[in-house]
């Protein structure tokens, strides 16, 4: 250990006094907001106290500035007609050109008079349509705060009426709705659950297979999200793949404790037609911290392995094309003679063996059809798949096995998604658009859990419990339109519609947002939308034992779940750099799966965990409901520093066939984080910082269902006490998080950045679940992840 830790301080300082200053080139794209039509003749400058630097777009809306001095830099973009926007806290670094996409509104403001109204920050969104609930992220971010494993998914969970599941997972959970509820898009076309170790039906895992390093500026919606996304009941990842740098050739090397080794390359196919290309590749460092004594959470060493790209093809006479994707890979083995009880995944009279697959690749074009409208096509073909197979001990000294579970599952999915943009005039802009899915499951499943013994050997059979090969095809049409009704006021009206083709179920959703400047510090919204999701595969095309013995279709009459959202907000500049937020909202859900026999069973509670529930014979006649307030203080990264503290106080209940209402799987009660960081500059020109960030997150125990430990001994698996359901509740959940970094610009064509996480400070002992053990016939409780130390170390040249 002290090795490694000699070897990083060497590599970090060697190079730490660079001659002179150190400089680095800012360049990318004006574009207008609503047209994407690229602006002629703007100007772009940095703004510094000592020098002034400027340049203007060329015939594309690009533009080149040279020489920004290294560090948080600030820039302002003009162009005659339009809103004056500040583009405030780039990073700038040495090791790599920095590339930016500005789109600018058209003001209302005649064309001889231009006043600075707008300020690019994180409070709005990369897409235009999307209103209320909703902002941007962006990489600086996602490797900023503390806690955060590189995870866009753990990023989020610091923003109000957010939280992950547990430690170890990053199931999103949001205003108290289940995982399943989210829609994860990549590139503009809905993709599946995007995370290493990944199973059926779940929208979460342990490490996420998105490499933050590629990904651009992306929007995380909570509520009443805009029309042009559907399928999805509580929030939406709208995320992209940014471009590689189309005139000079840069690398990346970065090793991290959960986002693994990774090398990274990027640069022009084409110079001619700024077509450019990058790729990156990641192995896991798990097998390393094994060897150094780290503690991962479970005894099993987790290897995984990804490769994610983009090539843009630049523009031609045909539109502009590029290709993106990614390819990941995951296993580990749980065995028995490594495994406690308390391990958090496995169990100690196991060998376990799991297997994870995911593929995504899609084709993206867009054309301009004029100067004031595009279109834009993306055709795509995804697949998940995991394999898992238990063998159980038949004795404590693990000698004699039998094979206890194997289950095979894939799934595929071809897409297209397209929709015209046409901006009619600076008030008026609409999007009429479609999507069109087909969903493939091929599953097959056998156990012998809770089966007969007709062959008396003393070991329940083997019998097959589920065995799908089956399609379906989802289409999905939408328009949504926004209107300036004055500089102060916009309203957004859409619809967005649903058909599934095996049960011809269809549903119509109405969308409607609006918000409204009541001063120039204040503002409020409101916000509607009717939301609907089809179910999960594997619920929809679960397989029910009849009296045969043959396998039987049950759920694949199943509707849509349904819900009505309902929001509205407020939000204050308090200065400059500080920002207050409060949102309200109240969600009713209906037209749930649940069990037609009297059950506490409902969908709503399904999604956070590596198996999804296996339960025919379903109707829609269950409901739910979740509200809250949320209160969010924030202070802008500024002056060397800034602060996040949220708040979410909310309540989530459902109803099953029972008729009685309960507590959701996910109903906290409250959420807090404050989260708050400082930079300290040194070096020649203060070019190199010393960073410091910590996080605070207390949240309310999670309500569950007791075990039935007689039931449970009797039938040697874990029985839950269903009419006691979500009645009991976990201790609350308290964690704090301290980073300690250095970010050093070396020289003009070099850069280092190294962190140290120290995730779980404090080592609390967070309940993870209390779980019946047939070793010892007894229920344990088993903790989430003790003190975890995360390690990042970066360079770019």
Known sequence: MKKTIFLFAFIFFTFVNGIGQTTQVVKGQILDIDSELPLIGATIQFLSENETIGSASDIDGKFILTGIPVGRQNFVVSYLGYEDQVVSNVLVGSGKEIILEIKMRESFETLDEVVISSKKDKTETINEMAAISARTFSLEEVTRYSGGRNDVSRLVSNYAGVSTADD??????????SPTGVLWRLEGIPIPNPNHFATLGTTGGPVSALNTNLLKNSDFMTSAFTAEYGNALSGVFDLGFRKGNTDKYEGTFQIGAFSGIEAMVEGPINRSNNSSFVVSFRNS?????????????????PIYRDLSFKADFGKSKMGHFSLFGILAQSDIDFL??????NDIFANSDEDSFAESKLGIVGIKHNYLLN???YIRTVISSTLSGNDFNSDRYLNEELSDKVSFVEVSDETTTQSISSFINTKHNKKFTSRFGFNVERKQL???????DGRPDFDMDGIPDFGTFRDIDEDLYLFEGYFNNKYRIS??????????????ST?????????LAFTHQLKEDKSINFGYGFHSQMQSLPVFFYLNENMDGELEALNKDLGFTKAHHFVSGYEQRLSKDWRFKAETYFQYLFDVPVDRGSSTFSVLNAGADFVFPDVGQLENKGTGKNYGLELTLEKFFSKGYYGLLTTSVFDSKYTASDGVERNTAFNNRYVMNLLAGKEFKFGRDGKNAWTVDFKVTTAGGRYYTPVDLEKSEMYQTQVLQEDLAFTERYDPYFRVDLKLGVRLNNSSKFSQQFFIDFQNLTNRENIFVNRYNRETNSVNRVNQSGFLPDLLYRIQF
């Open 168 to 177: 170890s997972r990053n199931d999103i959970v949001i205003r108290g709705n």
């Open 285 to 301: 460092f798990a097998q390393f911290a094994d060897e150094l004594g780290i503690d991962i959470g479970t005894n099993a060493t």
């Open 336 to 341: 028995a003679s490594e495994t406690d009880m």
């Open 371 to 373: 100067d004031n409208s």
């Open 442 to 448: 091929k599953s097959v499943a056998k156990d012998r």
């Open 487 to 500: 500089e102060k006021s916009t309203i957004h009206v859409g619809m967005h519609g649903l058909v599934l």
């Open 503 to 511: 049960n011809q179920r269809a549903n119509l959703e109405p969308r």
